[in-house]
T-cell receptor, first 112, second 111 residues
Framework: DTGVSQDPRHKITKRGQNVTFRCDPI?????LYWYRQTLGQGPEFLTY????????KSRLLSDRFSAERPKGSFSTLEIQRTEQGDSAMYLC??????????FGPGTRLTVL | GESVGLHLPTLSVQEGDNSIINCAYS??????FIWYKQESGKGPQFIID?????DKRQGQRVTVLLNKTVKHLSLQIAATQPGDSAVYFC??????????FGTGTSLTVIP
């Protein structure tokens, strides 16, 4: 257990529905990252927060995806109008400012 | 764009033997590399890192080698144990805080 928690651990939804995931980083960590991982592949960077500011976004993050970190602590990732191609593991990681990232257990999304 | 790939998708070793996992990267501007271990149902776990101004770095039972000439990275695990069975990823950083991960190598340790 790295100290990073994610909720829910599993989510099954129907195509077209909206889903929201939550990440609680290690409390003193000011950096927070979201990744997407599909089966057999490495994690793909989605976005990065420094405190409450979203500083970097991948081109993978379409306009259906939005992430927030309103108070610089927990973060949410919302996917609107889900598609089957959104099925993946969504990973959150936090960092105290150095390079090492501490990953949470992930939220597995299945879109039917 | 960046491309990080692994030479072998699977690797099986006998317990006690040394393991070598390889990784090729394509972006010569990458200046920082990390090896992660991912067990089933868990997020990736940091193992060891190396910066581009180094060619070797050692940790506990693990060594990372970096060959910038051929853009190759390797992870050596000494005296491999059953608990080392997992998928191993290399990740590179060349821009800001974006890390690019390879496909992964599945290591199986045979008791």
């Amino acid at each position: 257990d790295t100290g990073v928690s994610q909720d829910p651990r599993h989510k099954i939804t129907k195509r077209g529905q909206n889903v929201t995931f939550r990440c609680d980083p290690i409390s003193e960590h000011n950096r927070l990252y979201w990744y997407r991982q599909t089966l057999g592949q490495g994690p793909e960077f989605l976005t990065y927060f420094q405190n409450e500011a979203q500083l970097e976004k991948s081109r993978l993050l379409s306009d259906r995806f939005s992430a927030e970190r309103p108070k610089g602590s927990f973060s949410t990732l919302e996917i609107q109008r889900t598609e089957q191609g959104d099925s993946a593991m969504y990973l959150c990681a936090s960092s105290p400012g150095g390079d090492e990232q501490f990953f949470g257990p992930g939220t597995r999304l299945t879109v039917l | 764009g960046e491309s990080v790939g692994l030479h072998l998708p699977t690797l099986s070793v006998q317990e006690g033997d040394n393991s070598i996992i390889n990784c090729a990267y394509s972006n010569s501007a990458s200046d920082y590399f990390i090896w992660y271990k991912q067990e089933s149902g868990k997020g990736p776990q940091f193992i060891i890192d190396i910066r581009s101004n180094m060619d070797k770095r050692q940790g506990q039972r693990v060594t990372v080698l970096l060959n910038k000439t051929v853009k190759h990275l390797s992870l050596q695990i000494a005296a491999t144990q059953p608990g080392d069975s997992a998928v191993y990823f290399c990740a590179e950083n060349s821009y800001g805080n974006q890390f690019y991960f390879g496909t992964g190598t599945s290591l199986t340790v045979i008791p």
